[in-house]
């Protein structure tokens, strides 16, 4: 297996839902992170998690809370969302915890009413 | 401050002409650098990284540090290079990477 993969693809939530995104790969990864992309703009990195332990949060809101049971599982746990929220989150995973290529997954598109 | 430049939104050429993709950064170190390509409907993906040096799908990218550059070139542009390109540039903090991108070109390949 060579992909990282997100689920679910689409996610329509209320203000006042929580819901979670979960991310999976399975190429013996050692890194993996969070990106949120707006539209017509490039993606930018919310946390990363190294060797399963949180390495960098970029002053993300407690809202989105992450989370990485194991080397192969990401999660984004969402609560209270603010409709500014809506956006493609992306998930990557890398080889090395530095220097490496990042392997992209599709995304999960989050709408927020 | 540490910040990826490509100064065109779109670009747009006749296939058979040449490409060339502007990418300028801004970073004190040595910088590691990297171009991804998104094609439609598809996953943001690896193109190319500088010390790789290598050739991918006809495209290249030298680093230029006196002029801060790291431009992607290809002599001869195809239709299925139609994209989204992203400069990006790698940090390291806190003993983890953080990829800065740029704001990206769309590339159109025209027949």
């Known amino acids: 297996d060579t992909e990282v993969t997100q689920t679910p693809k689409h996610l329509v939530m209320g203000m006042t839902n929580k819901k979670s995104l979960k991310c999976e790969q399975h190429?013996?990864?050692?890194?993996m992170y969070w990106y949120k992309q707006k539209a017509k703009k490039p993606p930018e990195l919310m946390f990363v998690y190294s060797y399963e332990k949180l390495s960098i949060n970029e002053s993300v809101p407690s809202r989105f809370s992450p989370e990485c049971p194991n080397s192969s599982l990401l999660n984004l746990h969402l609560h209270a969302l603010q409709p500014e929220d809506s956006a493609l989150y992306l998930c990557?995973?890398?080889?090395?915890?530095?220097?490496?290529?990042?392997?992209f997954g599709p995304g999960t598109r989050l709408t927020v009413t | 401050a540490q910040r990826v430049t490509q100064p065109e939104k779109l670009l747009s050429v006749f296939k058979g002409a040449p490409v060339e993709l502007k990418c300028n950064y801004s970073?004190?170190?040595?910088?590691?650098l990297f171009w991804y390509v998104q094609y439609s409907r598809q996953r943001l993906q690896l193109l190319l990284r500088?010390?790789s040096r290598e050739s991918i799908k006809g495209f290249t990218a030298d680093l230029n540090k006196g002029e801060t550059s790291f431009h992607l070139k290809k002599p001869f542009a195809q239709e299925e290079d139609s994209a989204m390109y992203y400069c990006a540039l790698s940090l390291i903090i806190q003993g983890a990477q953080k990829l800065v991108f740029g704001q990206g070109t769309r590339l159109t390949i025209n027949p």
């Open positions: 190429m013996g990864h050692r890194a």
């Open positions: 990557a995973s890398s080889r090395a915890t530095v220097g490496d290529e990042q392997y």
């Open positions: 500088h010390i």
């Open positions: 970073y004190s170190g040595s910088p590691e």
